[in-house]
């Protein structure tokens, strides 16, 4: 590993990280994490990122997520990868996922800051509220896919004539979209506009980069090869365009019951996942489970759909329970059956 990233292998060395005061960012991993463990992306990108800031004061950390333990309880790490910028003991900004664009504005943000004013607790609030702000959300939903259309409507209902005419001409150039309905969310559909610095909807992305509206698409089309011109000749989707609120609404009602959780029933990938799995078999519930390491799409798109932060997640006829927590006091609370609606 480069020696300018330190691996940190005990609580201990966390807090004595903790008490120097020190502008520093840390990398919680997994090994089970395919795109978080050594010689992933990832990983390179933070170490790229490590030697461009070699001659600042900034210092970069790993942590190997459930190995350590105690230190991601005390940062409050729920999934890998996840990055946290510090100044001493306060956690200034967290990124979730693999996001290398975002990764380095974490990084450029903190690295702006004053050394002088480090123990300026109003600097550090600011940068908080900034990273944890709508701008994180937005910049998670522009990523979901390789090309992302903000809408009003869902591509089999458009609820508006440029939103149809959108999807008309992306249909007609054989481009694979997911799409995200901006009247569901006011909070996106109003940060968005900032974000992008345009006033209208639709807004088409490719590769997390704004493109434009219906006029330059339009423009774009009558020129000849559209898929040419966004540079997304080999792009290609999994699944058939949809919008992610309903590839989420199919999964959430797959079954009466439907776990979302860390690996699968008989190989949970976390002690949360386990723990809730044990749970419900102790109370004799059948339930359809989802993997949401095994895509990234649902993973982030369903903290945003839900409005619940981790996993694992637990339905029932399609309405969302809670998370292990939750679970825990209902099992404890008596039937867990009937509070789940499944009974009675």
């Not at 607790?121 to 709508?134: D, F, M, P, R, T």
């Not at 339930?287 to 759909?305: C, H, M, N, P, Q």
Request: some cysteine; glycine content about 8%.
């Amino acid at each position: 590993q480069n020696m300018v990233v330190q691996a940190i292998n005990s609580k201990e060395e966390f807090e004595d990280i903790c008490k120097e005061g020190s502008k520093g960012v840390i990398f919680f991993w997994a090994k089970w994490q395919e795109q978080s463990r050594l010689g992933s992306q990832i990983q390179d990108i933070f170490t790229a990122l490590s030697d461009k800031y070699s001659a600042s004061n900034i210092k970069f950390y790993t942590v190997e997520a459930e190995e350590i333990h105690s230190v991601s309880e005390v940062a409050g790490i729920t999934v890998v990868p996840t990055f946290c910028t510090i100044i001493g003991s306060k956690i200034l900004g967290k990124l979730e996922g693999v996001f290398p664009q975002e990764l380095s504005s974490l990084v450029k943000q903190l690295n702006d800051v004053p050394t002088n004013t480090i123990k300026d607790v109003g600097i550090s609030e600011s940068i908080s509220k900034s990273n944890n702000s709508n701008d994180q959300k937005l910049l998670k939903l522009i990523q979901l896919a390789p090309v992302m259309l903000f809408m009003k409507g869902t591509p089999t209902e458009p609820r508006c004539g440029f939103s149809r005419k959108i999807v008309e001409i992306l249909n007609q150039h054989s481009i694979q979209f997911a799409s995200f309905d901006i009247l569901s969310d006011e909070e996106v559909r109003a940060g968005l506009k900032v974000l992008s610095d345009w006033p209208t909807y639709p807004q088409l992305y490719v590769n997390g980069t704004f493109v434009g509206g219906l006029d330059i698409i339009k423009d774009m089309s009558a020129e000849g090869n559209l898929k040419e011109q966004l540079g997304i000749l080999d792009i290609q989707l999994p699944v058939p365009p949809t919008s992610i609120e309903e590839r989420l609404k199919e999964l959430i009602n797959q079954a009466p019951v439907m776990l979302f959780m860390k690996g699968d029933p008989t190989a949970p990938r976390c002690g949360f996942s386990r723990t809730i799995v044990e749970i419900l078999n102790t109370h004799q519930i059948a339930f359809s489970s989802f993997d949401i390491l095994s895509d990234e799409e649902v993973r982030a798109g369903l903290k945003t759909y839900s409005d619940w932060p981790t996993y694992p997640q637990l339905y029932a006829k399609g309405t969302l329970i809670g998370g292990l927590d939750i679970v825990k006091e209902m099992a404890a609370g008596g039937d867990l059956r009937v509070q789940m609606g499944l009974e009675g």
